[in-house]
């Protein structure tokens, strides 16, 4: 089939990449001219594992960049996978995504134009990105408004996207589930046909769960406000586990191992951050307040988690005064493996050591550029051992696995107070050592 993606950042690039490697032929487009140009030189403009791979194999035959929208009126499938980022409020900016339906929407008007002997086949425009079911209208006005009345038939659908950062290759090709969220038996037709291939490949039973577009966005939201809950939820036992003396991580355990429940998402700590958790929770509570409803569970699951850095600086405070001392932060990143800071828990933890007069000394094996962009203030070590030596205190943001192997370094701390946000330290002993949850 021939496909265009609209917006080449994470998801969109993922989608092409993966789209073209099942054998469709496939366009890319962006308004950045530097991500087209890499698209066009076989790489991405972004890291994931194993997506230069897939560029470099595809680019220049199954796969083409550009800035340009005139591949859209020959497509049998258009995707959108444009950003949409909180406002101020939380509440979603659907402004860069309708400007690229409406842009859409023109494409296909100018074609229609020039060929007056049109057949009038219908067009199919999906939304890959993440849009609060209200906004699916918004979307579809926009498009429409693009094609400006002309004889043009176009169907919007909604296919949202659950892949992860930093796995995002191996996520897109191994779904847990496809999520069809249509308006006619054509529309979902032509995006089984679309997803086929792949499915065919890795030979599994993949559910595809087939529905109307609002309702699609709605799983995709429900599904991370699930997540993040669940992480808040083993956050708020583990601070309850903490009073009591209890280790949070000996009762979870075991809590996981009801069915019902489920073992994974159960590991208390510092909390949830990067790119879409706090986002997506963020957009559907303010569009639930819009609609008239208030969020409560969804509202506490924020709350918990803006809790957790502070409770770390609380244990903190209880064993140092850290004002004019060196301060270790072990971590950066909001999750291991990715150099994405966006709402790291690292960023609290340092304005409050700051806040405390603390000279703090940052460390991470792959995020410290960034860090450095937004804290510059801020001392940045080559290694963990570096940023320890001398440190009055550790606190440990991020679980890299490199951190589980510090041992003698903590004996070149000044004072060897150790507060773990992660359960990674292994090193106990000699240390005055705090759990934020056991
Ligand atoms: P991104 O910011 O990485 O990429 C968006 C791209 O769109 C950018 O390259 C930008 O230059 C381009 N763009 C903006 N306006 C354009 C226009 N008018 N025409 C063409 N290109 C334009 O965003 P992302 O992380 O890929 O996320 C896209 C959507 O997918 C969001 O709604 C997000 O919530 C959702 N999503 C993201 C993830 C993730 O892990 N990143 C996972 C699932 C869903």
Same mark, same amino acid.
């Given at each position: 089939?021939?496909? /265009? $993606? =609209?917006?080449?950042?994470?998801?969109?690039?993922?989608?092409?990449?993966?789209?073209?490697?099942?054998?469709?032929?496939? /366009?890319?487009?962006?308004?950045?001219?530097?991500?087209?140009?890499?698209?066009?030189?076989?790489?991405?403009? =972004?890291?994931?594992?194993?997506?230069?791979?897939?560029?470099?194999?595809?680019?220049?035959?199954? *796969?083409?960049? /550009?800035?340009?929208?005139?591949?859209?009126?020959?497509?049998?499938?258009?995707?959108?996978?444009?950003?949409?980022?909180?406002?101020?409020?939380?509440?979603?900016?659907?402004?860069?995504?309708?400007?690229?339906?409406?842009?859409?929407?023109?494409?296909?008007? %100018? %074609?229609?134009?020039?060929?007056?002997?049109?057949?009038?086949?219908?067009?199919?425009?999906? $939304?890959?990105?993440?849009?609060?079911? #209200?906004?699916?209208?918004?979307?579809?006005?926009?498009?429409?408004?693009?094609?400006?009345?002309?004889?043009?038939?176009? %169907?919007?659908?909604?296919?949202?996207?659950?892949?992860?950062?930093?796995?995002?290759?191996?996520?897109?090709?191994?779904?847990? +589930?496809?999520?069809?969220?249509?308006?006619?038996?054509?529309?979902?037709?032509?995006?089984?046909?679309?997803?086929?291939?792949?499915?065919?490949?890795?030979?599994? &039973?993949?559910?595809? $769960?087939?529905?109307?577009? %609002?309702?699609?966005?709605?799983? +995709?939201?429900?599904?991370?406000?699930?997540?993040?809950?669940?992480?808040?939820?083993?956050?708020?036992?583990?601070?309850?586990?903490?009073?009591?003396?209890?280790?949070?991580?000996?009762?979870?355990?075991?809590?996981?191992?009801?069915?019902?429940?489920?073992?994974?998402?159960?590991?208390?700590?510092?909390?949830?951050?990067?790119?879409?958790?706090?986002?997506?929770?963020?957009?559907?509570?303010?569009?639930?307040?819009?609609?008239?409803?208030? #969020?409560?569970?969804?509202?506490?699951?924020?709350? @918990?988690?803006?809790?957790?850095?502070?409770?770390?600086?609380?244990?903190? &405070?209880?064993?140092?005064? @850290?004002?004019? +001392?060196?301060?270790?932060?072990?971590?950066?990143?909001?999750?291991?493996?990715?150099?994405?800071?966006?709402?790291?828990?690292? /960023?609290?933890?340092?304005?409050?050591?700051?806040?405390?007069?603390?000279?703090?000394?940052?460390?991470?094996?792959?995020?410290?550029?960034?860090?450095?962009?937004?804290?510059?203030?801020?001392?940045?070590?080559?290694?963990?051992?570096?940023?320890?030596?001398?440190?009055?205190?550790?606190?440990?943001?991020?679980?890299?696995?490199?951190?589980?192997?510090?041992?003698?370094?903590?004996?070149?701390?000044?004072?060897?107070?150790?507060?773990?946000?992660?359960?990674? =330290?292994?090193?106990?002993?000699?240390? $005055?050592?705090?759990? *934020?949850?056991?």
């Amino acid at each position: 089939m021939r496909v /265009t $993606v =609209i917006g080449s950042g994470y998801v969109g690039t993922t989608l092409a990449a993966c789209l073209a490697d099942v054998g469709h032929d496939v /366009t890319a487009v962006d308004i950045d001219s530097d991500v087209v140009a890499a698209l066009n030189e076989g790489r991405a403009a =972004i890291h994931e594992p194993g997506l230069d791979d897939l560029l470099a194999e595809h680019a220049g035959n199954r *796969l083409r960049a /550009t800035t340009e929208y005139d591949s859209v009126p020959d497509a049998d499938v258009t995707f959108l996978a444009i950003g949409t980022p909180s406002r101020g409020d939380g509440s979603i900016d659907l402004g860069p995504l309708t400007a690229a339906a409406e842009m859409t929407g023109e494409a296909l008007a %100018e %074609e229609n134009d020039s060929s007056p002997a049109d057949t009038g086949d219908r067009h199919l425009v999906v $939304v890959k990105s993440t849009i609060t079911p #209200p906004g699916v209208a918004e979307v579809r006005d926009a498009l429409l408004t693009g094609a400006g009345g002309a004889a043009v038939r176009v %169907e919007l659908a909604t296919n949202p996207e659950f892949l992860r950062e930093g796995s995002a290759v191996h996520d897109f090709q191994h779904p847990d +589930k496809l999520v069809f969220g249509t308006e006619s038996e054509w529309a979902t037709g032509r995006l089984e046909a679309l997803y086929e291939p792949l499915l065919s490949a890795i030979g599994g &039973d993949v559910p595809v $769960v087939r529905t109307d577009p %609002e309702t699609a966005m709605m799983i +995709k939201y429900a599904n991370n406000a699930a997540l993040a809950s669940k992480i808040s939820l083993a956050n708020d036992l583990g601070n309850i586990c903490k009073q009591f003396g209890i280790d949070a991580y000996e009762v979870m355990d075991a809590v996981g191992l009801d069915d019902r429940i489920g073992a994974k998402f159960l590991r208390s700590g510092v909390g949830y951050g990067g790119s879409c958790f706090p986002k997506d929770v963020d957009a559907i509570r303010a569009a639930a307040r819009e609609a008239g409803y208030e #969020p409560a569970l969804l509202d506490a699951t924020v709350a @918990v988690n803006d809790g957790q850095p502070e409770r770390m600086l609380g244990l903190l &405070d209880d064993h140092a005064d @850290v004002a004019g +001392k060196r301060v270790a932060v072990l971590g950066l990143a909001f999750k291991p493996g990715t150099d994405d800071i966006r709402n790291s828990r690292a /960023t609290p933890v340092i304005e409050g050591l700051q806040a405390r007069g603390a000279e703090v000394v940052g460390y991470d094996p792959v995020a410290t550029a960034n860090m450095r962009e937004r804290f510059p203030d801020v001392e940045y070590a080559e290694s963990a051992p570096a940023a320890l030596d001398g440190a009055s205190a550790a606190l440990v943001v991020t679980d890299w696995d490199e951190f589980a192997a510090l041992d003698d370094d903590f004996d070149a701390m000044a004072d060897p107070v150790v507060i773990d946000g992660r359960r990674i =330290i292994e090193r106990r002993e000699g240390l $005055v050592y705090e759990g *934020l949850t056991w």
